[in-house]
């Protein structure tokens, strides 16, 4: 796992501030503080910062869940519906495999305000299992 946490560190989930401190099989729960660069122009939360959240949750799954014998994975489709926003503080995600094929799995994350239980946004995504050629 810390090999695993290295590389989302030097990456854009560490740039981000996201974080994970419980994952299950089929379940990953991660956060991420609000920041100014998380916001849009017009002082709310980016779309794309709450989609960075829930596509890396789902990600991490996927990373962890992967079938024998596949090298990684590849975000192949993703979807996102937004019900609310924020402008401080922190929002959380929790992800769930809903599919675990050997070539695809499908993932759904909800993504709230920290200690919420109204969801911001509703979250889906379709992974492709790689494996060596």
Known sequence: MAA???????????????????????LVRGRMEVKPFHLAPNGYLHAASVVALADTACGRGAFLEKPEGATGFTTIELKTNFLGTARDGAIEVEARLIHGGRLTQVWDAEVRREGDSKPLALFRCTQMMLYPK
Do not use: Y
């Open 4 to 26: 695993l946490d290295d590389r989302f560190a030097k990456s854009l989930p560490g740039f981000l501030g996201i974080e994970f401190a419980d994952h299950q099989r089929g």
